[in-house]
């Protein structure tokens, strides 16, 4: 049981890989008899992988396919919404669908005004686009975790992951545009003199310019760590949040296959959980939006 087991979390934590294979590269699998059979790479070879082992042998040219492809559906699928909710939109009576984004929309504004200190037109379209975005990939975390992975193995996917913020590559990706923006943005405002200065001026800024000069260094080392901590820790505090609960709902699931009081204790624990992490997804979302927003709004002060 405790093999099945980890065999099982295992499976749901890989993501359906495609990559690269190196030539000479030994590959292992089991034929429609159930024996183990080898075969060795005359050349290398674009492929999907077949287990954990081939997806670290393809190395940086490795694409996630099911992270990348459930988060480009569900950025399409927010786009369709609002351009429905845009296109029938009425002075009239709003339909409750109408209401629902004008909520939304309303919600995301008045954050913005509160939050930017600016003049930005992009940043409150950005922020609704992170909102819903991440609030979407982190909804699919509620979806029972064995429905989707079962029907796309019936196409012969031997892996799927689903939640794509549970892949560190998507959120430091995310992260990552948000850090260049900042970049930017400080240069746009401040100018490359002014930018520079405030990382090697703050935060130890005294008058007396050879001291300054002693100073310079520390400040120029503690701006740049500080600067750099930004992105990744927006990046991993979504990862590690969803990853964990991801893995919470994989070892509910493990309760299911003991039978008896465990399956009765299982379901509840899962409604349990899932009631308590729509506000987990909802906190999330909202977080990384927030944190965006304040370092746009710390990237547009001049100083």
Known sequence: MAGNSQEYISHHL?????????????????NEEGQAETHTLEDSAWTMAHNKE????????????????????LGGLIMYLFWKAAKNATTGIPTGFQNFV??????????????????????APLSLTIFTWVFMMNFMDLIPVDVLPSLFSAFGAHYMKVVPSTD?????????TVFAMMIFYSIKVKGV????????????????????????PINLFLEIVALIAKPISLALRLFGNMYAGEMIFILIALMFSAGGLL????????????????LVITLQAFIFMMLTIVYLSMAHEDH
């Open 102 to 123: 004008e909520m939304i929309v309303g919600f995301i504004d008045s954050t913005v005004k509160e939050s930017f200190h600016g003049k930005n037109p992009l940043v």
């Open 54 to 73: 081939e997806a670290a042998a393809m190395g940086f040219s490795a694409v996630h396919v099911d992270s990348l492809g459930w988060s480009i559906g």
């Open 14 to 30: 890989t993501n359906l890989t495609f990559g690269k294979l190196p030539e000479g590269y030994v590959r292992h699998h089991v």
């Open 263 to 278: 399956f009765l204790l299982g379901g509840a624990l899962q409604w349990a959980w899932a009631v308590f992490h729509i």
């Open 168 to 176: 560190v590559n998507i959120t430091m990706g995310m992260s990552l």
């Open 193 to 216: 003199k002014g930018f520079a200065a405030e990382l090697a001026l703050q935060p130890f800024k005294v008058n007396n310019p050879y001291l300054q000069a002693v100073f310079v």
